[in-house]
């Protein structure tokens, strides 16, 4: 009998566990979604300093290397806004454009020597994903030794790196062997570049 009654107490005691457990969790309500980016949050990122820089896309006609006037990031000290600048000159190109970078090409580093010398090195696609061609290789070349040295006047010369290591050429071509000064043969100026082009 001591033994039935012990049974009994226990699966009652078990039973109001439960029940207590259960009411609990309902009293404590679904959990809280997490909160939004504070309105200060969104003004201070949608007051993030920027810069007005050249940067170099392939005209409609697919022969020149027009200068086009976009909005940049602040970055300092140089270097920081040297990435930033190459950031931007890697991202799809604006209307009408074609971007001069071959797709998912990305900025692995970027030093800028006491000299004035960047050195940009980049993802493999720039050379694995490139159409070809001597001027498709220009365009790339100079799309991006253009906007640092343009944009950047203690810039004097860019060398172009790929995966870390220093290459004869992207895709047979130009030689990028020692360091490229800026070259706008094949610029024709958007009419709002004029300006930044002639600093």
Do not use: C
Request: aromatic content about 6%; proline content about 8%; cysteine-free.
């Amino acid at each position: 009998m001591d033994r039935r009654i012990a049974i009994i107490a226990t699966l009652i005691l078990a039973a109001f566990v439960a029940v207590s457990m259960l009411v609990v969790r309902r009293s404590r309500g679904p959990s809280p979604a997490p909160p939004a980016a504070s309105p200060e949050a969104a003004a201070a990122t949608a007051a993030q300093p920027k810069i007005t820089a050249t940067l170099y896309y392939i005209s409609e006609d697919g022969l020149s290397l027009p200068g086009v006037q976009r909005e940049v990031p602040f970055g300092d000290p140089i270097v920081e806004q040297a990435r930033r600048i190459v950031e931007v000159q890697l991202a799809p190109a604006p209307a009408p454009y074609a971007s001069a970078i071959p797709a998912g090409t990305k900025l692995r580093a970027l030093y800028v020597g006491d000299r004035g010398d960047a050195f940009v090195d980049l993802s493999g696609e720039v050379r694995t994903a490139h159409t070809g061609g001597a001027l498709d290789e220009l365009f790339t070349t100079y799309a991006i030794v253009n906007a640092l040295t343009v944009n950047l006047p203690a810039i004097t010369r860019v060398q172009l790196l790929v995966d870390g290591k220093e290459v004869d050429t992207l895709v047979g071509h130009v030689d990028l062997r020692r360091p490229l000064q800026k070259n706008l043969k094949w610029t024709s100026l958007h009419p709002d570049a004029e300006a930044a082009e002639g600093r």
